[in-house]
């Protein structure tokens, strides 16, 4: 009977754990943050574009293998740890939000997303976690439309910026009084680098690579990505 009673003690736990981890509330991270590393966030929601997350997620998480460097943390952080779905509809766990606990933020990243012209931009809560950030990083990258979120927060005020080359007009019209680059990749102010998105998200963050780290590892991390790398060849603004 005693064995029995253990047995069935057991099932009820095992049912009950079951039943949390298919709570989409429920989220098991994995990630763990080293010492000793830049911590770089990636802000995500529910309509983020693939490559304006994979090709700097890429570039910035291969700096862990290469030696002698001040290697990169990377996480997902959103608003809460529900499932995201990006645009093509791949769905992510977030390691972090920013409603809870999360480590400081050295990098913080900003990829394009679906809703960044339009309802993202009345989401307050999100518009305060990026002033909040752009205290204390040392850099805040947008890729495509992510420059949107960031002019809405009044970090490119005095800053040069561009975005997706056919939405520089919109830009502008939703952004009058920002200083916009158009025809370059990316564009270099300060601590705010800000790109035209899509595949072009690899060279702005292969070029952030080159300011931490120097352009052999740039080009060693370009490499292992069967990147082509050679600052000098890239169309890009960089404002003293």
């Avoid at 570039?59 to 990169?72: C, E, G, L, N, V």
């Avoid at 205290?135 to 960031?150: M, P, R, W």
Wanted: glycine share 4%; proline share 4%.
């Amino acid at each position: 009977m005693k064995y029995f009673s253990y047995l069935i003690m057991i099932c009820i736990f095992l049912s009950c754990k079951e039943e949390v981890k298919q709570n989409p509330q429920y989220v098991e991270s994995a990630i763990e943050i080293k010492e000793d590393r830049y911590n770089v966030g990636f802000l995500i929601m529910d309509g983020v574009y693939n490559t304006e997350l994979t090709a700097p997620f890429d570039i910035f998480q291969h700096t862990i293998f290469r030696d002698s460097i001040k290697a990169m943390n990377t996480f997902l952080i959103a608003k809460t740890k529900d499932v995201v779905t990006s645009f093509e509809g791949i769905r992510m766990l977030p390691d972090f939000s920013y409603r809870e606990d999360y480590p400081q933020i050295d990098i913080l990243v900003v990829p394009s997303a679906e809703h960044h012209l339009d309802t993202d931009l009345d989401d307050e809560e999100m518009i305060a976690f990026l002033q909040k950030t752009d205290k204390e990083a040392q850099y805040i990258t947008s890729h495509c439309d992510g420059a949107f979120v960031l002019a809405k927060a009044g970090l490119l005020d005095k800053a040069v910026s561009t975005t997706f080359p056919s939405d520089i007009d919109k830009y502008k019209k939703m952004f009058p009084h920002l200083n916009v680059r158009d025809s370059c990749l990316f564009v270099h102010d300060g601590k705010y680098i800000t790109s035209a998105g899509g595949a072009k998200s690899f060279e702005a963050s292969l070029y952030l690579t080159e300011v931490l780290y120097g352009p052999k590892i740039a080009s060693r991390l370009a490499k292992g990505l069967v990147i082509e790398w050679d600052l000098s060849k890239i169309p890009y603004v960089f404002i003293e």
